[in-house]
Nanobody, 115 residues
Framework: QVQFVESGGGLVQTGGSLKLSCAASGITFSLNTMAWYRRAPGKEREMVATIGPSGGITSYTTSVKGRFTISKDNAKNTMYLQMNSLKPEDAAVYYC????????WGQGTQVTVSS
């Protein structure tokens, strides 16, 4: 059974930084493309960033390019999202999951950006 546990969210001012973490069980990061997703109030869930099985290939949605960095530690089966220069429009609940997504979702971690 796949389980995801996200952490690291919080309240930050515009321009601030946060680093999110994702721990998982039931899925091997070194064998799968993984991703960070987010859902803002009233909006559809969107894929924010992806990272390939070895960690060498990453991709980002246009709005976060140059500000967010996805990484992972396959030995620890843990994934990260470093978020810099945060904007109010980045506020959302952030989730980790695979690509394609697995049916199980974690609780997510709330990111709030004050203007």
């Amino acid at each position: 059974q796949v389980q995801f546990v996200e952490s690291g969210g919080g309240l930050v001012q515009t321009g601030g930084s946060l680093k999110l973490s994702c721990a998982a069980s039931g899925i091997t990061f070194s064998l799968n493309t993984m991703a960070w997703y987010r859902r803002a109030p009233g909006k559809e869930r969107e894929m924010v960033a992806t990272i390939g099985p070895s960690g060498g290939i990453t991709s980002y949605t246009t709005s976060v390019k140059g500000r967010f960095t996805i990484s992972k530690d396959n030995a620890k089966n843990t994934m990260y999202l470093q978020m810099n220069s945060l904007k109010p429009e980045d506020a959302a609940v952030y989730y980790c999951n695979g690509v394609p997504t697995r049916s199980a979702w974690g609780q997510g971690t709330q990111v709030t950006v004050s203007s």
